[in-house]
């Protein structure tokens, strides 16, 4: 079965940059749409990015544009979040998702496979 698991989430100042990882595996990665949600405490989850199988298109959250960039190695089977300009605000669990289509879906319930999550906090 799909297996997803993040890494790289810790403890950064405001201001500072982060990448997340999640490598991605009992899946053909490159057939399907990978995206990253958030979810803070007491809030729901969120949408952060998304990425096609190929990597040419993406999408992203208001919120985040022009400060994340979400990548993918499809010879690694590796997803990536690429945090700069890092808020408060951000501070959440990160999770990567996984849906076998071609359409960047924004919507928690269009991904089937979800990893267990990594934590980000950024102090103020």
């Known amino acids: 079965q799909v297996q997803l698991v993040e890494s790289g989430g810790g403890l950064v100042q405001a201001g500072g940059s982060l990448r997340l990882s999640c490598a991605a595996s009992?899946?053909?990665?490159?057939?399907?749409?990978m995206a990253w949600f958030r979810q803070a405490p007491g809030k729901e989850r969120e949408f952060v990015a998304a990425i096609s199988g190929n990597g040419g298109g993406t999408n992203y959250a208001n919120s985040v544009k022009g400060r994340f960039t979400i990548s993918r190695d499809n010879a690694k089977n590796t997803l990536y979040l690429h945090m700069n300009s890092l808020k408060p605000e951000d501070t959440a669990v990160y999770y990567c998702?996984?849906?076998?289509?071609?359409?960047?879906?924004?919507?928690?319930?269009?991904?089937?496979?979800w990893g267990q999550g990594t934590q980000v906090t950024v102090s103020s």
């Open positions: 009992g899946l053909t990665f490159s057939m399907y749409v």
């Open positions: 998702a996984a849906d076998r289509g071609i359409v960047l879906y924004t919507t928690v319930a269009k991904y089937d496979s």
